[in-house]
């Protein structure tokens, strides 16, 4: 019997690890700093639950997980994930959307930015060397899987240095690049 249990926008099982990010772990993230002041530093933005079955750094291992986004905005930009390249620049990584709406945002290394429209069934396969992040651009929770190689790695400091090189943000009721 398995340990593994996948059905829908769940993942469970004894070996899932739980992570949830909060707004205060997303300090810097945000462009409008006074509206970011303003919100409860505690609220969850989003759920990661990770099958992580090998040591990482292991070579041919493969992790799987789940991310939920919930909607929201810090004025008028999107609430989303942290973003990341990978450590190992050509490892790729596979997103496919369960439910919900959303963007996800790509950037190479020459800073050239550009989004794909996620929606439940839309398969994405982001290229090695291609910072990637999800903005939530619905009015409910947007669910996504993943999975990547387990010595793929994450560079998150990055993106924390230098950002992405546009902001999502709602303009008209229609996400768009500032």
Known sequence: MPSLFFSGNCLA??????????LGDLSGIFGDEASFAALPVDRP????????????GTPGGLYFGLTKLYPGKVGQEYFMTKG?????ADRMEYYWCLEGEGMLILMDCARKIWAEKMFPG????????????????????VSFAACWPSDAGHNYAAIAAEGFSARLVEVNE???FI
């Open 13 to 22: 099982g004894a070996e899932i690890v739980k992570s949830i990010r909060r």
């Open 45 to 56: 933005v989003y759920e990661v639950y990770s099958h992580l079955p090998v040591r990482e």
């Open 84 to 88: 990341h390249y990978h450590q190992q």
């Open 122 to 141: 839309s398969l994405h396969a982001i290229p090695g060397g291609v910072a990637h992040r999800v903005a939530n651009t619905g009015c409910r929770v």
């Open 174 to 176: 229609n996400p768009q």
